[in-house]
């Protein structure tokens, strides 16, 4: 065994180094980000070895209060909103997670790893919180004083549970730092240098097009459209998006990036004592955390909406509470199952690869025995939290998982066909760890072509060997390896495989480390950690670019004007509309209708409807004048170096004039209102909805 364990390390050394060698990943970008971001990481650490040593505390706490005065300086009231959604997710958790020592623990089965209580507490009370309120999206009820209100009633009726599993949750964390000093700080320092993009605002396509639209139409409208007419995503599963929009009520101002760091450092806490339950010990639970959040894939997904931040944080803590689950059926581990898989699923439905082979490793370990009287609670948990997208898909469009497989469900609402990209379909084979790094373009929308996968896997690969004959980590190398090849097999697109990393690196780790060649160990990780967060700007183009020195939360304008000048517009355009203005977005690439709240058009894919309607034409002038007469534009957004066919002479002859322009994106104001008609849809009978395009806001309920 330890032979089969050293052989599997160097094979790994062997690989990075030859990778390195034959394909070298560095650019001039990754020098001249590097160059910037190293003497703010130094100063960083500075100060929080001076905070540490002011306050009589181990370095991690004062690396951490620096991570923290960060992102205020780069969030400010999301931050404190932030925390405040935590803690009322502890106390909505506590309900069923109870922290140790409290009266309600002393009758209860509260086997549900009790050291990380806190953390199961906030996790499932913010999937109840958060799904609750999914539920309720369509109702015109939220408002900022609202959930100040919701908070409000929680702290008052919870305040003791919650301060009883703050108090432990301190006690946990201390001793922990206290054991691993070392470790501890560096991990934190790699954490605060992880976050660097979560500084940032959103920028990302995903997002402008879709993700924002559900946070900006609360603070905007009071409630949430659903209008899969103009947006074919709007009743896909929402639940990360909930979190997102709800705190930017709370703020009165977007938070992505501080949530983002928020579950970053929770998956990073749930790695550490994954690594300790599985056996590993000193530094190695430790680095397999940094290996995981130095990952350039991962660190840059902290500063847009995609969904694998929020999953790879349930992926960890589903993992590391079956693996501290008792052996006999226990009531309050199905239940917390039950929620952290109704948060997977209720967030993507891919999420389906992770939480099911999780559920079968937690029935292997019940030996096919589940606690019965809690199954329908359980179950009624799972609806709560995450079937309100999927049942407001089925009943109003006819499709639970609209827009996908709808060649099996045929919506009128999307086309009748499976969403499929083939840019991402190479095959799988034992290589492609190798080629995620070293070919990252194939499997990525990267900013370099080299670089966005990281090392980690690749230096571990061959411990999936070590770990198989090890009976102690044999049944979770099945379940990880299951959850990364399940959504991969059928599209081998990077960012999937995020949230099974944080099962599948602790284990590979268990599976090379030898005690006599423990030195070794931590050196080679701590070596494949440094050289992930030196190719951190690989994983994006916005990195790359050198998008977090340029920004100041002072002036955002300077950074939007470049990479996302819709933005601009929209804010821009909020200032001075009136309850009837439209906007047309004629941009195919740049579809940044969600920040609009509803009052934004494109003839994209995003609308089938006007996108047909635009094709059809054959003199394109006149296709975009019904596109603007159908959609009840009076505006036109669009890119100066991307104008489609067609537009320019529509606008001359319209009389356009340009109202406003910023960076690429230019505003104009049609010279007067178009004849406006009527908009009428339908879904297999069950919804008719029919509304006049000059009205304010359509609504779909």
Not at 54 to 59: F, G, S, T
Not at 75 to 100: C, D, K, M, R, Y
Not at 150 to 173: F, P, S
Not at 326 to 338: E, N, V
Request: aromatic share 10%; with cysteine.
């Amino acid at each position: 065994m330890p032979l089969l364990q050293r052989t599997a390390l160097l094979i790994g050394i062997a690989l990075v180094a030859g990778g390195l060698l034959f394909y070298p990943p560095w650019a001039p970008q990754l020098v001249e980000v590097g160059m910037v971001a190293l003497p703010r990481w130094i100063a960083a650490l500075l100060v929080g070895a001076l905070l540490a040593r002011m306050l009589r505390r181990p370095m991690a706490f004062g690396i951490g209060a620096v991570l923290l005065l960060t992102m205020l300086y780069f969030h400010g009231l999301a931050v404190v909103a932030t925390v405040a959604l935590l803690l009322a997710g502890i106390g909505v958790g506590s309900l069923i997670v109870t922290a140790p020592g409290s009266p309600a623990a002393a009758g209860r089965a509260t086997e549900v790893a009790v050291d990380d209580s806190p953390w199961f507490a906030m996790l499932i009370g913010s999937g109840v919180l958060m799904g609750t309120l999914a539920w309720l999206m369509a109702l015109p009820i939220f408002s900022q004083r609202a959930m100040l209100g919701m908070l409000l009633v929680i702290y008052l009726l919870r305040h003791r549970q919650i301060a009883a599993h703050l108090m432990h949750l301190g006690r946990t964390l201390t001793a922990a730092t206290r054991e691993s000093p070392k470790s501890s700080a560096a991990t934190v320092a790699v954490l605060w240098l992880a976050c660097m993009p979560a500084w940032l605002p959103v920028m990302s396509a995903d997002d402008l097009a879709f993700h924002l639209q559900l946070g900006w139409q609360l603070q905007t409208l009071g409630y949430y459209r659903m209008d899969v007419g103009s947006q074919v995503w709007s009743l896909a599963p929402w639940l990360t998006d909930v979190h997102y929009g709800v705190l930017q009520l709370l703020a009165g101002r977007e938070g992505v990036g501080a949530l983002n760091a928020a579950w970053l450092t929770t998956t990073a806490w749930l790695i550490v004592r994954l690594g300790q339950t599985i056996g590993l010990r000193g530094a190695l639970p430790w680095l397999a955390a940094m290996l995981y959040i130095s990952l350039p894939i991962v660190s840059s997904l902290t500063m847009g909406m995609q969904t694998e931040t929020f999953s790879a944080m349930l992926v960890a803590a589903l993992g590391l509470l079956i693996m501290r689950a008792p052996t006999t059926p226990d009531r309050a581990t199905l239940l917390c199952a039950a929620g952290l898989a109704a948060m997977l699923i209720g967030s993507k439905i891919v999420n389906l690869a992770f939480a099911g082979p999780l559920g079968l490793l937690l029935l292997w370990r019940w030996r096919g025995s589940v606690p019965w009287r809690a199954v329908p609670a359980s179950l009624v948990l799972a609806l709560l939290i995450g079937g309100a997208s999927y049942t407001f898909a089925w009943v109003l469009a006819g499709n639970p998982v609209l827009p996908l497989y709808n060649s099996v469900f045929a919506s009128p609402w999307a086309p009748i066909d499976d969403l499929v990209d083939s840019r991402w379909h190479h095959g799988v084979s034992l290589a492609t760890p190798f080629w995620l790094t070293f070919d990252a373009a194939s499997y990525h929308e990267a900013g370099l072509p080299r670089g966005a996968g990281g090392v980690a896997l690749i230096l571990l690969a061959f411990g999936c060997i070590g770990a198989a004959v090890d009976t102690r980590l044999r049944a979770l190398l099945v379940v990880a390896l299951a959850a990364w090849l399940l959504p991969f097999s059928q599209v081998q697109y990077l960012r999937y495989t995020v949230p099974a990393l944080t099962l599948l690196i602790p284990v590979l780790l268990a599976g090379v480390a030898v005690a006599d060649w423990r030195r070794l160990t931590v050196w080679a990780c701590a070596l494949a950690v440094l050289l992930q967060l030196a190719l951190q700007p690989s994983a994006s183009w916005v990195l790359a670019a050198g998008a977090t020195s340029a920004y100041s939360p002072d002036d955002p304008s300077a950074l939007l004007d470049d990479f996302a000048p819709e933005r601009v517009v929209a804010e821009y355009w909020r200032q001075r509309r009136s309850p009837a203005d439209r906007v047309l977005i004629a941009t195919p690439y740049a579809s940044a209708h969600a920040e609009f709240s509803g009052a934004a058009f494109v003839t994209t894919w995003y609308d089938p409807a006007l996108a047909d309607a635009v094709k059809a034409k054959r003199n394109p002038a006149d296709a975009w004048r019904d596109a603007v007469e159908t959609s009840g534009s009076n505006y036109v957004l669009l890119r100066r170096d991307g104008a489609p066919a067609g537009l320019h002479d529509y606008l001359t002859e319209s009389g356009a004039v340009l109202d406003y322009a910023v960076g690429a994106a230019w505003l104009y104001r049609l010279a007067s209102k178009p004849a406006l008609g009527e908009v009428v849809a339908a879904a297999r009978g069950r919804v008719s909805l029919r509304f006049a395009t000059q009205e304010p806001v359509p609504h779909i309920v």
